[in-house]
Structures are given as structure tokens and as C-alpha cells.
């Protein structure tokens, strides 16, 4: 999830800007202070694209509704809002209803015009980029094997896989995703970006090898998630942050350009991470998503699109709790059905659920890149759902 981020840190820590290293990363062994420096210079710590926004912002209004009263269990005991902005170390926090503001919070020095890392949230934005492919025709299917796409992935281990396969982390390709082993292949493919040679990322997928057919196993696996940006480039003939900028950063009145890291200066676009935006624009984006990918009245997505990209599937027989680069929530609290996110390590939420109407983002600077939330993420979120139904 975090690749781009540790080359950037590993070939260029920088003392005047206090930007953790790379071992401070993998470790989470990184001061408060430091870790928010880090997560708002995304633009500096890897080679990236810009995606211009356009001329014209759209302004929230805000809810004649305001969000109080917020009260939620964790672990058994009671806590209020106040607690999960603290103990979960929230950034930022934007709450719309009906499409207008109903809370809206920053913290950690963290403002309106911070651009705030991404991590595992680009994923969810490339799968709608994809979606917006589909509809305009440069992708003519999910069904499409991905090497009629991706040239560098002919005659290796994903001849046979599909885009669909690739979305739902299904593609059957053995892969380790554990960040703190160097022989994980998480930590090889880093070491492959860490040449900085266009290419290199697709070069080390080639190499995997089967764990079984496609469509029969889910594993996760970010490197994989950088292959829809090999899709998406190859069918749209641009950059990615062009193709973003082109179809959705320059029309949703997005307040600042975005920025997207990419494998080398020049090279491929990392679709599985590495996008910094404010808080409000990531607001923009989840509320188009939250809207069913309709833009002024016109469709920007097939019919459906989210409806699936949203929902959980089966794989292998087994129902597994993931989409197309979106998470669904977990069956449990009745307020939270319909409703999926997009999720970054370190605590980033794109939080949708159509049926509210409602769109929650949360931006955080938690201390490990999992495994260190206090409060209970899903307990809050379905708080707040019910605080202005």
C-alpha cells in the first residue's frame, strides 16, 4: 500500500523538512510531528504527476443539521467525538449529508489547503477511473484479459487473468504483502521502484508465480493494484493524473491540483497509492461516488457501477468482503448497509453509504500503518449516521 512512500523516504529523508526514513516508516517508530510533516509533502517524497483541477469551485453549503450527541462503544466502553478526534489522532475530519457540511474538523496542524497522503484510497480512485474507461468505451469490458492492455505482462503468470480479477484481488498470482519482511515481495517490488527505471514495477510482476486459477483465490496485493494503472494508461493513451484531471479533478470544483506519484520520473502512474489531495476535494470525489458516478445530470460510470464496485463477492466459493477496490461493510450494524469505503493505512477513510445519503472522510496520522486504531472506526461512522437521520 505504501511502496512509493518507502523509496521516497529510503533515497531522500529530509532533515530540514523532519520527513521520516524509511525504517521509521516500517517500523511506525516515527516522532508525532514527523509522521504529520510526512503525510502532507506527498508531492516531495516520490516523483509525481499533477492533476490540474479546473477553473470553477464548487462550494459546500452547509447542513442545516450539524452532527452532536455523538456517542459510540469500543472495547465495551463509551466514548463521544471528542475521544475518537483525540485517541485516533485525526487530522481531518468532513462529515456531508445531502451533499452539504455537517462537520468539518481539522487538527494536528493539518488546514483547508493541506494536501494529505492517500495511501490505499488511490486504489478506490483508480477503480473508478476504470469505470469511467468502461463507459466511454476505451475499455470494452471487465472481461478483457489484462495483457490486451498491459504488453509487459504478456507470456508471464497473468496471461489469462482478467481486469475483473485484477479489481477484486482475484487474479490466483502467489504474492506476499508483508511490509517489514525484505524477503516479502511487497519489499522486492519496493526494491525494483527504488531504481527508478520505467518499467520495473510490471518487470518484478512478471516474475510471480501461480497460487491458483484465476477467480479461485483472494489475496491482497498492492502491486497488483498498480496494474489498473498500466490498463488505464495503455487504454486512454494518457498519464494517469491526466486521465484524472481530464475526467474528474478539472469538473468537480476541486480547490487545489492533486498530485500522483509515479514508479520514475516520467514513468508509469502508481494507481495503487500515492495521491495528495485536501480534505474537502477527497470529499468531492466520495460525494460524486456517493451521487452514483452522475456529474450535472450526466453519467460518467455504467449503470450499476458503484452498486458492484461496492458490494462484497464470492470468490473460490467464498464470499469475501471486498469489491472493486472498495472495501463493503462488514454485515453488523443495519445503518451501514449499502454503504463501502474506500481505506489508506495510517487511518485514511472515504466512507459512502448511498441509502443515508451521507459521505464521512477521515484523514489520520495513527502511529503503526495497521494495528494501531484505538477506537472503533465502524462504531463511529454508524454514530454519526444515526446522529442526522
Known sequence: MFLALLYALAVSPCAAQRIAGMQEMLDGAMLPSVEVETFEHTETLYPSN??????HVREFNRNAQQIQGIRFQSSGRTYDLFDYLA????????????????????????GPQTRWASFSMAKSVASTLIGIALHQGLISSLDDPI???????????????TIRNVLQMASGVKWDETYTDPASDCRKLMDAQLTQRPGASMAYMATLSRAGPPGAIWNYNSGEANIAGAILESATGKPLAAYLSDTLWSKLGMERDATWWTESPGGMGLSGTGIGATLRDYARFAFFVQQDGVLDGKRMVPEGWFEQAGASHTIGGKLVNYGYFWWPLPAGDPIHAGAFEARGIFGQFMYINPRERLVIVVLSARPKPTGSTVLDDSAFLAAVARSLQ
Open 87 to 110: 485517541e485516533n489522532r485525526i487530522a481531518g475530519i468532513l462529515v456531508l449529508k445531502n451533499g452539504r457540511i455537517a462537520f468539518e474538523d481539522y487538527e494536528l496542524g493539518a
Open 50 to 55: 499533477i492533476a490540474p483541477r479546473g477553473p
Open 147 to 161: 495483457t490486451r492492455y498491459a504488453a509487459a505482462l504478456r507470456g508471464s503468470v497473468y496471461e489469462g487473468v
